[in-house]
């Protein structure tokens, strides 16, 4: 499970070509802006007889930044494997892009 966060964590790093790549941060962390947030979100089993055989953990993947337009959307939209853009909202002035990622994607 680990091995699939961190090979998430190097896709979105070398994706977006910055370092403002963040997992489930705590409060006291200073974050620069633009930045990328991500957590574990839920997982989801495959069965076959009955018995299971794959699981796959999904992310919830927030690009956080203080401009309404953010190319970085758009972009993680089209090219990371897996990712489905779930919501917009803005807190504090900073306006956040929802995806929820699964990683690795099985296509």
Request: charged share 25%; net charge negative; proline share 6%.
């Amino acid at each position: 499970m680990e091995t699939n966060r961190l090979a998430l964590d190097t896709r979105i790093r070398e994706l977006f070509g910055f370092e403002n790549v963040y997992f489930q941060p705590p409060n006291n962390v200073q974050m620069k802006y633009p930045a990328i947030v991500y957590e574990r979100h839920g997982g989801d089993t495959t069965f076959a007889n009955n018995k299971p055989y794959r699981f796959t953990i999904s992310y919830d993947v927030t690009i956080i930044d203080k401009t309404p337009n953010n190319s970085l959307v758009e972009k993680f939209g089209k090219e990371l494997e897996g990712a489905v853009y779930d919501r917009h909202f803005v807190v504090d002035n900073l306006h956040h892009d929802v995806f929820l990622v699964n990683y690795p994607h099985d296509r």
